[in-house]
């Protein structure tokens, strides 16, 4: 239970990177596209393993990184399926942009649950 927001997190963004990489044309695709469509759960990885010592803020970060997830793949699926475009990819590179304000909320939650766990002078 510890790790459950790292876990998450890293499997949101390997299945992802999977879905990217099947409508891909190359690598330039999915270098310029994974940083800004999955750029959020990067960030929750990151805090998710520097306070896995929280057991709430775990379970903030993986339900953060499991509604990211659904938001990923509904403009995934509109993007390539549902309303088909040539420019439409570029889509992908606002998911992350427009989903921070949502992440940013999760992340000071997860913060303020791993420092009431953390009171200043403790270890973690």
């Given at each position: 239970?510890?790790?459950?927001?790292?876990?998450?997190s890293g499997l949101a963004i390997a299945i992802?990177?999977?879905?990217?990489?099947?409508?891909a044309d190359g690598f330039a695709f999915i270098?310029?596209?994974l940083p800004f469509a999955l750029?959020?759960?990067f960030v929750s990885l990151a805090v998710a393993i520097e306070w896995r010592s929280s057991t709430g803020a775990q379970l903030t970060l993986s339900f953060s990184s499991f509604l990211f997830t659904i938001w990923f793949f509904?403009?995934?699926?509109?993007?390539?399926?549902w309303h088909p475009d040539p420019q439409s990819p570029i889509a992908l590179l606002f998911v992350g942009i427009y989903s921070l304000p949502f992440m940013f909320i999760?992340?000071?939650?997860?913060?303020?649950?791993?420092?009431?766990?953390?009171p200043k002078g403790t270890s973690p």
């Open positions: 239970m510890k790790s459950v927001g790292a876990v998450s992802g990177t999977a879905a990217l990489c099947a409508k270098g310029i596209m750029g959020p759960l509904t403009v995934f699926m509109d993007v390539f399926y999760a992340w000071l939650v997860a913060w303020w649950l791993w420092r009431r766990d953390h």
